[in-house]
């Protein structure tokens, strides 16, 4: 697959050319202007302690809703707040900790690696031309990762680790906030990177450009979410247009899961549970966005 794919960049180098531009004006247009000040934000946050004072006053809801430890809320917060891929690199990291078992770790990945605020609200509701469908679509996408952790959770014999003690670390301001500006460039760097090459490739697919847009976008974004999403540019956020938002938004594309093979590569995790949570929850978040156009956006 990988010499077919180098072949084809070969022959087809000015049809991938021209899709690496597209990619890369989306990273520079869409991606980086939304996403860079968010990570700094949301790496800041984690770094002060906040998610592990949070996931110590939230663990006892986790343990009840979706039956994982204290740290599991930790790694619902950080997936929610910081989009993807953090949350699979938040419970690879509890995992290589061994403060999670594999099997709740598998579970946590199937719906805390969801896509955050700042590509929701910023990408999203900026390309739909509407600060409210990134609103709804934000909403839905929280409530379907819920209930894919609702359908997953196990039964309290077989339940979750032990609640850890969380203690907040302690780091001088000064010091986080280089961190979180060099861990949010590098962040960003990798989203506009896999978003670039998967451009690329896309661009010598020409059959995809003649879809009609709304096919065009869902085969795009199958793929790689960024261009996907940018391909909704233009149409009116009609229910049908935003569900199929909320399905991109869900499913994460094939980028975000390569993205989060490399996060959880140097542990035991296994993905399947992953790329089931995904399809369901971007099949959840499209019932339930349809649903809420219909009420808001008629």
């Not at 960024?226 to 594309?253: D, E, K, M, Q």
Request: hydrophobic letters at 55%.
């Amino acid at each position: 697959m990988t010499l077919a794919a180098l072949l084809a960049l070969t022959v087809y180098s000015p049809l991938a050319a021209d899709g690496a531009r597209r990619g890369l004006s989306v990273c520079a247009g869409t991606l980086a202007p939304s996403l860079f000040p968010f990570f700094v934000l949301a790496n800041l946050l984690s770094l002060l302690g906040l998610p592990e004072l949070l996931s110590g006053a939230l663990g006892g809801a986790a343990r009840r809703l979706f039956r994982v430890s204290g740290a599991g809320a930790q790694a619902f917060l950080l997936g929610v707040l910081g989009g993807y891929p953090l949350g699979a690199a938040t419970t690879a990291q509890l995992r290589r900790d061994r403060i999670v078992s594999r099997s709740e770790a598998e579970r946590l990945l199937a719906f805390c690696n969801n896509s955050g605020p700042a590509f929701i609200l910023g990408a999203a509701g900026g390309v739909l031309g509407s600060p409210g469908a990134g609103l709804l679509l934000y909403v839905t996408h929280i409530l379907a990762a819920v209930c894919v952790g609702l359908l997953l959770r196990k039964s309290p014999e077989a339940g979750a680790s032990e609640p850890m003690t969380v203690t907040a670390p302690s780091m001088p301001f000064t010091a986080a906030f280089g961190q979180a500006v060099s861990k949010a460039l590098r962040s960003t760097l990798a989203v506009c990177a896999y978003v670039v090459f998967f451009s690329a490739l896309l661009g010598m697919l020409t059959p995809l450009g003649r879809l009609p847009p709304l096919l065009r976008a869902l085969a795009y974004g199958f793929w790689e979410l960024g261009g996907g999403i940018s391909a909704l540019r233009g149409l009116a956020p009609t229910p049908l247009t935003l569900a199929a938002a909320a399905l991109l938004l869900g499913w994460g594309g094939v980028s975000v899961h390569c993205q989060t093979l490399a996060a959880v590569a140097d542990t035991d995790i296994k993905c399947a549970r992953h790329l089931a949570g995904r399809a369901l929850c971007g099949v959840f978040a499209a019932v339930f966005t349809y649903l809420g156009a219909l009420v808001f956006f008629r």
